[in-house]
């Protein structure tokens, strides 16, 4: 694969941290505890971003010098309590150290591997295996992942614990995922990394059926009458990454990473015809991710996890490769494709390379606009490209790609695909109530992924409103004798509490962000719509726990002012907490007419799984656009050239295989 980037990278203030710099800010702050830093656990060092008045002056003057910050979190399980440092990097000296009291810390990769191997060697585990006859001569083939707990009992408060899922493989190379260990819930002291004890729930046979995937155990493959499809760029790639930059079309966006968000989208300009760059979105990324199971029984009843707050995206990102070696790009399809590579850090302290985690392309992806004039049978038709923005997340046993598309006619699309290996169980009853039987000994519980996507839009500046659009039909009257009149109704959303707002597909509504001191050709105030797509209404009721738990799952629009410090729709730190985030932002009540605002849209996927799903489940996929809504004079992409070169090679090549 071709990788398009300029010889010089832009330095900028928003570009994540590099190895050198991880290890300068542990080193710092390893020498600053001493004796403590061996027993301390880091689990994040980011980049301490500037304010965003800073780097807005920054970008105007390249001069102006930003004091370049790392923001380190650590966790001291002695003391049970949490630290964040602010380092900074242009003088080597620690700016603050800070306790965070009443709060743990998230998962790690690290713990989630070390929890597996208390789980393997805990006696009392061994022994319920063993009376059920299951427990393997190889404990390697016990299988298990580490799941923070939805809700925690009396007996565990201010304990950081977890609960270790069992599944038990025949070999090293079997999918586990098919052989669930029903009812035995060993729970977890992460700071002991010891079991303290082990709850049964009742047995269910161990499944015998194999679920495996990879041609290797399947012993045979399908689809080898597709002749090989083949994208080329004969004259490169139509993008150019300078740094964390990336330029494309009349599109200009920067990128970085963090370990609870993974990608983030940074600074997105649009270049119109009058050659002016205009600003749209400041800041995007998903900033949460929560996924209820449904089953009440109390086996699966804990299950909800918050796979961003409580493990994090960017800690479990992945690699885009194929197998075990080093082939790439079996995610992205394409001739010319870049990758970056992030950052992240061991909890001993070691910067982590990931390689070629987030994959930068552009596809062909239909029609953009066309038209035949019935008269003269004159056709205009021009291709729809766009750039895409990807990077994929596995947490144990699902696997999310994060997708964000950039189009030609200015609009933006994000994109959630839900992929990997449904959680299971073993069967205890053959016609189940809150899940599916995927074969005749395994249960699938039913459950939503809801994510929350924060989005610091700044339409044509920072000062933006909010408007609902609903239709809205017009009784029949003297003036409306047919009864065919409807409109679009536009309601102002005035104050963050009014902003909490659901989907309704019934009456098309959609979102309108409009800057009135910026104005088109038309005198109208110039904005972008966020539409939705998919979603769902929380079918759980209002004293739900799980509601407590993922405050934002209780409306699909949150809106609130900017503030540096409202960062995640469930706050800093929800790893056995509840009611944190945007809940408690809102409680305010503040204004936001002619804000800087925030949109925190919240998007829920149900999956009543079926059977199709099973071994590994087809991309399910789910998302939002954000649309120009008289932000343009006119079609911003009816300028395009025709492309009548690819249109006769299409000739071409149907002529030849006639």
């Given amino acids: 694969m071709v990788e398009e980037e300029l010889k010089v990278p ?42 965003k008045q800073e780097y807005l002056a920054w970008k105007k003057d390249r001069n102006i010098k930003i004091d370049r910050r790392a923001l380190i979190k650590f966790y001291d399980p002695e003391e049970q309590k949490v630290y964040e440092g602010i380092i900074s990097l242009t003088t080597n000296k620690i700016i603050s150290l800070t306790r ?31 009376k059920r006859g299951i427990l393997p001569d190889d404990l390697n083939l016990l299988m298990v992942d580490c799941w923070a707990p939805g809700y925690i009992e009396e007996e565990f408060r201010g304990k950081r614990v977890a609960i270790g899922y069992m599944w038990i493989k025949k070999d090293y190379e079997d999918n586990g995922y098919g052989r669930p260990v029903h009812g035995l819930m060993p729970w977890v002291d992460l700071d002991k990394m010891k079991v303290i004890r082990v709850d049964d729930y009742g047995d269910a046979s161990l499944p015998h059926l194999d679920a495996n995937y990879t041609p290797e155990k399947l012993g045979k493959t399908f689809g080898g009458n597709l002749k090989t ?31 609870r968000e993974g990608l983030v989208i940074y600074d997105v300009t649009y270049t119109d015809e009058n050659n002016q760059e205009r600003t749209i979105l400041y800041r ?16 699966h009843n804990r299950k909800m996890v918050l796979d961003a707050g409580d ?38 302290g070691k910067p982590v390379k990931v390689k070629k985690a987030i994959c930068v392309h552009e596809e062909d992806f ?55 290996i449904i959680n299971d169980d073993g069967v205890i009853e053959k016609n189940p109530k809150y899940g ?39 009784p029949v009257s003297e003036n409306n004798p047919v009864g065919n009149a409807f409109f679009a109704e536009e309601t102002l959303l005035e104050n963050e509490i009014e902003a909490r707002r659901h989907v309704n597909p019934q009456t098309g509504r959609y979102w309108k962000i409009v800057n009135i001191y910026k104005r088109n050709y038309l005198g109208l105030p110039v904005g972008y719509r966020l539409i939705p797509v998919e979603n769902v209404a929380c079918p759980l009721p209002d004293d739900s726990y799980v509601r407590k738990r993922g405050g934002y799952i209780n409306y699909h629009l949150w809106v609130t002012p900017y503030d540096e410090s409202e960062k995640y729709a469930t706050g800093d730190y929800p790893y056995e907490q509840a009611g944190e985030g945007l809940p408690k932002y809102v409680l305010k009540k503040r204004s936001i007419v002619d804000k800087d605002l925030v949109v925190w849209y919240t998007l829920g996927v149900p999956h009543v799984v079926r059977v199709e799903d099973w071994p590994v489940m087809p991309v399910e996929m789910a998302g939002f656009w954000l649309k120009p809504d008289g932000f343009f004079n006119r079609n911003p992409s009816i300028d395009l050239p025709r492309q009548l070169e690819n249109n006769k090679r299409q000739l071409t090549m149907e002529h030849h295989h006639q």
């Fill in 100 to 130: 965070i009291d009443d709060v743990f810390p998230p998962i790690t990769l690290d713990e989630f591997g070390e929890c597996e191997k208390a789980v393997r060697n805990d006696r009392k585990v061994q022994e319920a295996l063993r």
């Fill in 229 to 259: 499809l083949e994208i080329r760029q004969p004259r490169g790639a139509s993008f150019r990454v300078n740094g964390w930059e990336i330029s494309w079309y009349r599109w200009k966006m920067r990128i970085g990473y963090t370990p």
């Fill in 10 to 51: 832009l330095k900028s203030p928003l570009d994540p941290l590099d190895e050198e710099e991880i290890k300068r800010v542990v080193e710092l702050i390893k020498s600053h505890l001493g004796s403590k830093s061996k027993i301390v656990k880091f689990f994040s060092v980011s980049l301490d971003e500037p304010k």
């Fill in 366 to 420: 239909n029609i953009l606009w066309r038209h035949t004039d019935l008269r003269s049978g004159k056709s205009e038709v021009r291709r729809n490209r766009r750039l895409v923005i990807s990077f994929w997340a596995t947490l144990a046993n699902y696997d999310y790609g994060f997708f964000w598309y950039f189009y030609q006619d200015g609009s933006i699309e994000f994109l959630v695909k839900l992929t990997g």
């Fill in 284 to 299: 995007a990324s998903v900033v949460d991710l929560m996924v209820p199971y449904g089953d009440p029984s109390p086996f």
């Fill in 311 to 348: 493990y994090g995206l960017g800690n479990f990102i992945v690699p885009l490769k194929h197998g075990m070696g080093d082939v790439y790009d079996c995610d992205c399809f394409g001739e010319i494709i870049y990758h970056f590579d992030v950052v992240r850090v061991s909890s001993d």
């Fill in 436 to 474: 599916t039987l995927v074969t005749p000994e395994v249960y699938a519980p039913l459950h939503i992924h809801w994510f929350n996507i924060r989005l610091n839009l700044n339409i044509d500046g920072l000062e933006n409103r909010i408007y609902e659009v609903n239709l809205k039909g017009e």
